[in-house]
Protein backbone atom coordinates (compact mmCIF):
# COMPACT_ATOMS: atom_id res chain seq x y z
CA UNK A 1 0.00 0.00 0.00
CA UNK A 2 2.59 2.09 0.80
CA UNK A 3 5.00 1.74 -1.97
CA UNK A 4 1.76 2.25 -4.37
CA UNK A 5 1.44 5.37 -2.70
CA UNK A 6 4.64 6.19 -3.17
CA UNK A 7 4.65 5.63 -6.81
CA UNK A 8 1.83 8.11 -7.27
CA UNK A 9 3.22 10.80 -5.54
CA UNK A 10 6.79 10.37 -7.84
CA UNK A 11 4.09 10.27 -10.80
CA UNK A 12 2.26 13.24 -9.75
CA UNK A 13 5.63 15.12 -9.09
CA UNK A 14 6.73 14.19 -12.18
CA UNK A 15 3.84 15.34 -14.29
CA UNK A 16 4.02 18.83 -12.38
CA UNK A 17 7.77 19.14 -13.18
CA UNK A 18 6.89 18.44 -16.86
CA UNK A 19 4.26 20.96 -16.79
CA UNK A 20 6.28 23.33 -15.23
CA UNK A 21 9.16 22.75 -17.72
CA UNK A 22 6.80 23.18 -20.60
CA UNK A 23 5.58 26.44 -19.03
CA UNK A 24 8.91 27.75 -18.79
CA UNK A 25 9.82 27.20 -22.14
CA UNK A 26 6.87 28.82 -23.66
CA UNK A 27 8.09 32.22 -21.71
CA UNK A 28 10.52 34.68 -23.58
CA UNK A 29 14.49 34.69 -22.23
CA UNK A 30 14.38 37.85 -20.99
CA UNK A 31 11.64 37.20 -18.23
CA UNK A 32 13.75 34.05 -17.06
CA UNK A 33 17.06 35.88 -17.01
CA UNK A 34 15.33 38.57 -14.82
CA UNK A 35 14.01 36.22 -12.63
CA UNK A 36 17.73 34.24 -12.17
CA UNK A 37 19.12 37.98 -11.28
CA UNK A 38 16.74 39.49 -8.45
CA UNK A 39 15.87 36.01 -7.12
CA UNK A 40 13.04 35.54 -4.83
CA UNK A 41 11.23 37.73 -2.71
CA UNK A 42 12.88 36.42 0.40
CA UNK A 43 16.18 36.30 -0.91
CA UNK A 44 18.72 38.66 0.31
CA UNK A 45 19.13 41.45 -2.26
CA UNK A 46 22.47 41.30 -4.58
CA UNK A 47 23.21 37.40 -4.14
CA UNK A 48 23.17 36.44 -7.72
CA UNK A 49 22.69 39.45 -9.33
CA UNK A 50 24.62 40.36 -12.57
CA UNK A 51 26.68 43.39 -12.35
CA UNK A 52 25.13 46.32 -13.68
CA UNK A 53 27.17 47.92 -16.90
CA UNK A 54 28.17 51.60 -16.61
CA UNK A 55 25.82 54.23 -18.27
CA UNK A 56 26.80 55.81 -20.52
CA UNK A 57 27.04 59.75 -20.16
CA UNK A 58 23.90 61.28 -22.35
CA UNK A 59 25.38 63.06 -25.31
CA UNK A 60 25.24 66.97 -24.67
CA UNK A 61 23.41 68.41 -27.61
CA UNK A 62 25.00 71.81 -29.24
CA UNK A 63 22.86 75.05 -28.60
CA UNK A 64 20.57 75.07 -31.75
CA UNK A 65 21.81 77.98 -33.68
CA UNK A 66 19.08 80.70 -34.38
CA UNK A 67 20.51 81.91 -38.32
CA UNK A 68 17.89 84.59 -38.75
CA UNK A 69 20.81 86.11 -36.34
CA UNK A 70 23.82 87.50 -37.39
CA UNK A 71 26.69 87.29 -34.90
CA UNK A 72 29.69 89.52 -35.51
CA UNK A 73 30.86 87.85 -32.66
CA UNK A 74 31.05 84.41 -33.89
CA UNK A 75 32.58 85.33 -37.14
CA UNK A 76 35.20 87.78 -35.85
CA UNK A 77 35.93 86.20 -32.35
CA UNK A 78 35.53 82.73 -32.92
CA UNK A 79 35.97 82.15 -36.65
CA UNK A 80 38.86 84.94 -36.70
CA UNK A 81 37.56 86.22 -39.86
CA UNK A 82 39.14 89.81 -41.03
CA UNK A 83 36.42 92.50 -42.29
CA UNK A 84 37.02 92.27 -45.99
CA UNK A 85 36.43 88.70 -45.67
CA UNK A 86 33.23 89.25 -46.33
CA UNK A 87 32.97 93.26 -46.45
CA UNK A 88 34.29 94.92 -49.92
CA UNK A 89 35.37 98.81 -50.37
CA UNK A 90 34.19 99.47 -52.07
CA UNK A 91 30.67 98.31 -53.40
CA UNK A 92 29.78 98.27 -56.65
CA UNK A 93 26.81 100.13 -55.95
CA UNK A 94 28.06 103.78 -54.57
CA UNK A 95 27.35 105.60 -57.36
CA UNK A 96 23.37 104.44 -57.45
CA UNK A 97 22.72 105.30 -53.36
CA UNK A 98 23.77 108.33 -53.72
CA UNK A 99 24.21 110.69 -57.14
CA UNK A 100 25.87 113.67 -58.33
CA UNK A 101 28.59 115.63 -56.00
CA UNK A 102 27.02 113.57 -52.68
CA UNK A 103 28.55 110.33 -54.36
CA UNK A 104 32.01 109.09 -52.52
CA UNK A 105 32.98 105.58 -52.83
CA UNK A 106 31.58 103.46 -49.43
CA UNK A 107 30.70 100.23 -48.16
CA UNK A 108 26.71 100.58 -49.20
CA UNK A 109 25.55 97.43 -49.32
CA UNK A 110 25.49 93.70 -48.03
CA UNK A 111 28.29 90.99 -48.32
CA UNK A 112 27.26 89.21 -51.69
CA UNK A 113 26.13 85.60 -51.16
CA UNK A 114 29.83 83.78 -52.02
CA UNK A 115 31.21 85.19 -48.62
CA UNK A 116 28.20 83.17 -46.79
CA UNK A 117 28.24 80.01 -49.07
CA UNK A 118 31.73 79.30 -48.31
CA UNK A 119 30.28 78.12 -44.75
CA UNK A 120 26.84 78.13 -44.52
CA UNK A 121 25.64 76.13 -48.24
CA UNK A 122 23.53 74.08 -45.54
CA UNK A 123 21.70 76.90 -44.18
CA UNK A 124 21.40 78.48 -47.64
CA UNK A 125 20.05 75.52 -49.10
CA UNK A 126 17.42 74.57 -46.03
CA UNK A 127 13.70 73.18 -46.58
CA UNK A 128 12.10 76.53 -44.70
CA UNK A 129 9.27 78.15 -45.89
CA UNK A 130 8.65 80.85 -47.08
CA UNK A 131 12.46 81.14 -46.96
CA UNK A 132 15.72 79.58 -45.57
CA UNK A 133 16.01 81.63 -41.93
CA UNK A 134 19.64 82.85 -42.79
CA UNK A 135 18.22 84.80 -45.48
CA UNK A 136 16.23 87.16 -43.29
CA UNK A 137 19.35 88.59 -42.40
CA UNK A 138 19.88 90.38 -45.80
CA UNK A 139 16.46 90.18 -47.40
CA UNK A 140 13.09 91.68 -46.37
CA UNK A 141 11.34 89.01 -47.43
CA UNK A 142 13.89 86.64 -49.86
CA UNK A 143 11.27 85.20 -52.40
CA UNK A 144 12.19 84.54 -56.17
CA UNK A 145 9.46 87.33 -56.84
CA UNK A 146 11.17 89.83 -54.37
CA UNK A 147 14.80 89.84 -53.15
CA UNK A 148 14.82 93.52 -51.96
CA UNK A 149 17.47 93.80 -49.08
CA UNK A 150 17.37 95.45 -46.27
CA UNK A 151 18.88 99.34 -46.51
CA UNK A 152 22.75 98.63 -45.47
CA UNK A 153 23.28 100.42 -42.04
CA UNK A 154 25.85 102.70 -43.18
CA UNK A 155 23.46 104.71 -45.34
CA UNK A 156 21.38 106.42 -42.59
CA UNK A 157 22.37 110.19 -44.41
CA UNK A 158 19.95 108.63 -47.62
CA UNK A 159 16.52 109.86 -47.89
CA UNK A 160 13.90 109.44 -50.16
CA UNK A 161 14.65 105.52 -50.47
CA UNK A 162 11.76 103.77 -50.25
CA UNK A 163 13.68 100.63 -48.31
CA UNK A 164 13.33 99.36 -44.88
CA UNK A 165 15.83 99.11 -42.12
CA UNK A 166 16.54 96.08 -40.10
CA UNK A 167 15.20 96.82 -36.60
CA UNK A 168 18.49 95.52 -34.32
CA UNK A 169 20.89 96.52 -31.98
CA UNK A 170 24.31 97.21 -33.07
CA UNK A 171 27.19 94.61 -31.60
CA UNK A 172 29.53 97.94 -32.08
CA UNK A 173 30.72 101.17 -30.63
CA UNK A 174 32.42 103.79 -32.50
CA UNK A 175 36.02 104.78 -31.16
CA UNK A 176 36.52 108.27 -32.14
CA UNK A 177 39.32 110.62 -30.49
CA UNK A 178 37.10 114.07 -29.81
CA UNK A 179 40.56 115.55 -29.14
CA UNK A 180 42.80 114.77 -31.94
CA UNK A 181 39.94 115.98 -34.64
CA UNK A 182 39.40 119.07 -32.08
CA UNK A 183 42.86 119.95 -33.18
CA UNK A 184 42.00 120.02 -36.83
CA UNK A 185 37.92 121.58 -36.38
CA UNK A 186 39.30 124.15 -33.87
CA UNK A 187 40.87 124.59 -30.19
CA UNK A 188 38.59 124.29 -27.41
CA UNK A 189 40.08 126.99 -25.43
CA UNK A 190 43.10 129.81 -26.29
CA UNK A 191 46.39 129.39 -25.30
CA UNK A 192 46.62 132.09 -22.37
CA UNK A 193 49.85 131.79 -21.51
CA UNK A 194 51.43 132.05 -24.90
CA UNK A 195 49.00 134.94 -26.76
CA UNK A 196 46.69 137.09 -24.10
CA UNK A 197 44.82 138.21 -27.10
CA UNK A 198 44.08 134.74 -28.62
CA UNK A 199 40.72 134.00 -29.77
CA UNK A 200 38.61 131.21 -30.94
CA UNK A 201 39.19 130.54 -34.70
CA UNK A 202 37.37 127.24 -35.84
CA UNK A 203 37.87 125.78 -39.80
CA UNK A 204 36.16 123.24 -41.32
CA UNK A 205 36.42 120.49 -44.11
CA UNK A 206 33.69 120.44 -46.51
CA UNK A 207 32.61 118.49 -49.50
CA UNK A 208 32.01 119.71 -52.30
CA UNK A 209 28.61 120.65 -52.45
CA UNK A 210 29.16 123.06 -48.50
CA UNK A 211 30.87 125.45 -50.87
CA UNK A 212 29.58 128.58 -51.57
CA UNK A 213 27.20 128.38 -48.26
CA UNK A 214 27.24 131.72 -46.26
CA UNK A 215 29.99 132.42 -43.45
CA UNK A 216 27.23 132.09 -41.29
CA UNK A 217 25.90 128.87 -42.15
CA UNK A 218 29.31 127.17 -42.46
CA UNK A 219 29.73 124.57 -39.80
CA UNK A 220 32.21 124.84 -36.86
CA UNK A 221 33.52 122.53 -34.80
CA UNK A 222 31.21 120.39 -33.11
CA UNK A 223 28.03 121.24 -35.38
CA UNK A 224 30.52 119.57 -38.20
CA UNK A 225 29.12 116.50 -36.32
CA UNK A 226 26.28 117.09 -34.00
CA UNK A 227 22.83 119.14 -34.81
CA UNK A 228 20.02 120.06 -32.68
CA UNK A 229 17.53 117.33 -33.63
CA UNK A 230 14.13 118.69 -34.76
CA UNK A 231 14.59 122.09 -33.04
CA UNK A 232 11.14 123.70 -31.87
CA UNK A 233 12.38 127.09 -33.15
CA UNK A 234 10.15 129.86 -33.59
CA UNK A 235 7.12 127.16 -33.86
CA UNK A 236 4.41 127.10 -30.97
CA UNK A 237 5.04 123.63 -31.20
CA UNK A 238 6.71 122.95 -27.78
CA UNK A 239 6.04 118.93 -27.81
CA UNK A 240 7.36 116.33 -30.03
CA UNK A 241 4.06 114.78 -29.93
CA UNK A 242 0.74 116.27 -28.05
CA UNK A 243 1.08 116.14 -24.14
CA UNK A 244 -2.31 114.99 -22.24
CA UNK A 245 -4.29 118.04 -21.54
CA UNK A 246 -3.80 117.11 -17.47
CA UNK A 247 0.41 117.19 -18.10
CA UNK A 248 0.51 119.88 -15.98
CA UNK A 249 4.27 120.50 -14.35
CA UNK A 250 4.98 116.70 -14.84
CA UNK A 251 7.88 115.54 -18.28
CA UNK A 252 7.16 115.14 -21.97
CA UNK A 253 9.74 115.14 -24.50
CA UNK A 254 10.49 118.38 -26.36
CA UNK A 255 11.94 119.18 -29.22
CA UNK A 256 15.36 119.93 -29.57
CA UNK A 257 16.14 117.72 -27.10
CA UNK A 258 18.89 115.81 -28.56
CA UNK A 259 21.62 116.79 -30.97
CA UNK A 260 22.47 114.63 -33.73
CA UNK A 261 25.65 112.33 -34.59
CA UNK A 262 27.00 110.82 -37.60
CA UNK A 263 24.56 107.89 -39.30
CA UNK A 264 26.88 107.20 -41.91
CA UNK A 265 30.45 107.21 -43.28
CA UNK A 266 29.67 110.64 -45.41
CA UNK A 267 31.45 113.20 -42.89
CA UNK A 268 33.99 110.75 -41.57
CA UNK A 269 35.16 110.20 -45.68
CA UNK A 270 35.56 113.75 -46.09
CA UNK A 271 39.47 113.66 -45.28
CA UNK A 272 39.46 109.51 -44.64
CA UNK A 273 39.00 108.77 -48.46
CA UNK A 274 40.91 106.51 -50.38
CA UNK A 275 42.98 109.02 -52.16
CA UNK A 276 43.78 111.13 -48.89
CA UNK A 277 46.72 108.88 -47.64
CA UNK A 278 44.98 110.42 -43.92
CA UNK A 279 44.59 107.33 -41.83
CA UNK A 280 42.76 105.36 -41.36
CA UNK A 281 41.33 104.45 -44.64
CA UNK A 282 37.75 103.68 -45.48
CA UNK A 283 39.04 99.93 -45.48
CA UNK A 284 40.16 99.73 -42.35
CA UNK A 285 36.93 98.99 -40.87
CA UNK A 286 38.19 97.94 -37.07
CA UNK A 287 39.73 101.24 -36.55
CA UNK A 288 36.82 102.51 -35.83
CA UNK A 289 33.95 99.58 -34.88
CA UNK A 290 34.93 98.20 -32.26
CA UNK A 291 32.92 95.04 -30.73
CA UNK A 292 31.19 95.64 -27.41
CA UNK A 293 32.22 93.22 -25.00
CA UNK A 294 29.43 92.88 -22.06
CA UNK A 295 31.46 94.97 -19.00
CA UNK A 296 31.09 97.90 -21.51
CA UNK A 297 27.50 98.60 -21.92
CA UNK A 298 26.28 101.10 -19.71
CA UNK A 299 23.19 101.89 -17.26
CA UNK A 300 21.22 104.76 -19.37
CA UNK A 301 18.54 107.24 -17.87
CA UNK A 302 16.06 106.17 -20.39
CA UNK A 303 12.59 104.27 -19.74
CA UNK A 304 11.11 102.63 -23.45
CA UNK A 305 7.77 102.40 -21.65
CA UNK A 306 7.72 106.23 -21.55
CA UNK A 307 8.69 106.37 -24.82
CA UNK A 308 6.26 104.32 -25.71
CA UNK A 309 3.26 105.85 -23.16
CA UNK A 310 4.67 109.45 -25.60
CA UNK A 311 4.09 107.77 -28.65
CA UNK A 312 8.01 107.84 -29.85
CA UNK A 313 8.40 106.21 -32.99
CA UNK A 314 11.04 108.65 -34.24
CA UNK A 315 14.17 106.40 -34.92
CA UNK A 316 16.87 109.21 -34.21
CA UNK A 317 15.01 109.97 -30.99
CA UNK A 318 14.58 106.83 -29.52
CA UNK A 319 18.68 105.89 -30.77
CA UNK A 320 19.58 108.97 -28.86
CA UNK A 321 17.72 108.82 -25.59
CA UNK A 322 18.62 105.18 -25.12
CA UNK A 323 22.27 105.90 -24.94
CA UNK A 324 22.13 108.73 -22.79
CA UNK A 325 24.32 107.56 -19.39
CA UNK A 326 23.38 111.15 -17.55
CA UNK A 327 20.41 113.55 -17.79
CA UNK A 328 17.60 111.66 -19.80
CA UNK A 329 15.41 114.88 -20.02
CA UNK A 330 18.78 117.35 -20.58
CA UNK A 331 17.08 119.31 -23.65
CA UNK A 332 19.83 121.39 -25.38
CA UNK A 333 17.26 123.76 -26.87
CA UNK A 334 15.86 124.89 -23.79
CA UNK A 335 16.32 128.29 -21.97
CA UNK A 336 20.38 129.10 -22.16
CA UNK A 337 21.76 125.83 -22.92
CA UNK A 338 22.09 127.02 -26.80
CA UNK A 339 24.47 130.04 -25.55
CA UNK A 340 26.90 127.97 -23.90
CA UNK A 341 29.86 126.25 -25.20
CA UNK A 342 29.64 122.81 -26.01
CA UNK A 343 33.16 121.98 -23.86
CA UNK A 344 31.48 123.84 -21.02
CA UNK A 345 29.74 120.62 -20.43
CA UNK A 346 31.79 117.91 -22.27
CA UNK A 347 34.95 117.28 -21.56
CA UNK A 348 36.09 116.16 -24.87
CA UNK A 349 39.95 115.68 -23.52
CA UNK A 350 38.98 112.74 -21.75
CA UNK A 351 36.27 111.30 -23.30
CA UNK A 352 36.47 107.95 -24.78
CA UNK A 353 33.21 107.27 -27.05
CA UNK A 354 33.94 103.32 -26.29
CA UNK A 355 33.40 103.84 -22.23
CA UNK A 356 30.27 105.42 -21.08
CA UNK A 357 31.55 106.79 -18.02
CA UNK A 358 33.78 109.33 -19.57
CA UNK A 359 30.85 110.43 -21.55
CA UNK A 360 28.92 111.47 -17.84
CA UNK A 361 28.33 115.21 -17.43
CA UNK A 362 29.57 116.55 -14.73
CA UNK A 363 27.21 117.72 -12.52
CA UNK A 364 29.13 120.96 -11.24
CA UNK A 365 28.99 122.13 -15.42
CA UNK A 366 24.82 122.23 -14.62
CA UNK A 367 25.71 125.25 -11.78
CA UNK A 368 27.41 127.75 -14.04
CA UNK A 369 29.06 131.30 -13.66
CA UNK A 370 25.67 132.70 -12.47
CA UNK A 371 24.47 129.88 -10.21
CA UNK A 372 21.66 128.40 -12.51
CA UNK A 373 20.85 125.03 -11.31
CA UNK A 374 22.83 124.69 -8.51
CA UNK A 375 22.73 127.72 -5.72
CA UNK A 376 24.10 128.48 -1.66
CA UNK A 377 20.08 127.42 -0.46
CA UNK A 378 17.13 126.39 -2.26
CA UNK A 379 15.84 129.77 -1.28
CA UNK A 380 17.77 131.02 -4.62
CA UNK A 381 16.11 128.82 -6.58
CA UNK A 382 18.33 126.39 -7.31
CA UNK A 383 16.64 123.25 -9.30
CA UNK A 384 19.38 120.62 -7.87
CA UNK A 385 19.00 122.05 -4.15
CA UNK A 386 14.88 121.35 -4.29
CA UNK A 387 15.45 117.98 -5.88
CA UNK A 388 17.79 117.27 -3.20
CA UNK A 389 15.71 118.39 -0.28
CA UNK A 390 12.45 116.80 -1.38
CA UNK A 391 14.49 113.43 -1.22
CA UNK A 392 15.55 113.50 1.67
CA UNK A 393 12.55 114.44 2.89
CA UNK A 394 10.74 111.94 1.28
CA UNK A 395 13.03 108.80 -0.22
CA UNK A 396 10.22 107.63 -2.43
CA UNK A 397 10.46 111.30 -4.11
CA UNK A 398 11.23 110.81 -7.74
CA UNK A 399 13.93 113.32 -9.25
CA UNK A 400 11.95 114.75 -12.96
CA UNK A 401 14.01 118.03 -13.21
CA UNK A 402 16.57 115.87 -15.44
CA UNK A 403 16.38 112.38 -14.95
CA UNK A 404 13.78 109.74 -16.65
CA UNK A 405 14.97 106.39 -14.62
CA UNK A 406 18.17 107.76 -12.21
CA UNK A 407 15.38 110.01 -10.45
CA UNK A 408 14.26 107.01 -8.69
CA UNK A 409 17.59 105.87 -7.37
CA UNK A 410 19.10 107.05 -3.87
CA UNK A 411 21.17 110.64 -4.15
CA UNK A 412 24.47 109.95 -5.76
CA UNK A 413 27.46 111.37 -3.65
CA UNK A 414 28.16 113.68 -6.63
CA UNK A 415 25.50 115.13 -6.15
CA UNK A 416 25.45 115.87 -2.57
CA UNK A 417 29.24 117.20 -3.02
CA UNK A 418 28.47 120.15 -5.47
CA UNK A 419 25.82 122.36 -3.20
CA UNK A 420 27.65 124.74 -0.94
CA UNK A 421 28.05 123.97 2.69
CA UNK A 422 25.40 126.04 4.73
CA UNK A 423 27.41 129.24 6.07
CA UNK A 424 28.45 129.23 9.68
CA UNK A 425 26.68 131.26 12.28
Given amino acids: MFTEDCSKRMAAVRLVTFLVMGFLGLLPSQ ?31 KPRVDYSKFSHNTHVTQEKLSCDSCHKFPTKNWKEVRTGDAAFPDVAEFPEHSSCLNCHRQ ?44 ESISEFGIGFPHDKHLDVVGLT ?14 VAWGRPWMVGQKSSEQPKSCPVCHQTYQPQGTSSEEYVTTPPKSLGDNFWL ?44 STVDFDPKVATEMGITDRTILRGWSRRVSAGAFRHEGGQHPDLSCTGCHNVTVMNTLEPKTQKVPVLSCGG ?57
Fill in 369 to 425: AEGCHITATTDDGGALNFEIDQKKANPGFVCAKCHISFGKEPVPANHLVVIPSAPQK
Fill in 254 to 297: KKGTFQTVPNSHAVCFTCHSADSGIAPEPKDCNVCHKLLQADQK
Fill in 123 to 166: QFFARQRPAPAICSNCHVKATPRDTTRFVFPSLGDVSGMNLKTR
Fill in 31 to 61: LISNALVYGSPGEPQGQGRRPKKAAKPAAQK
Fill in 189 to 202: RPEFRQDVAAGFIT
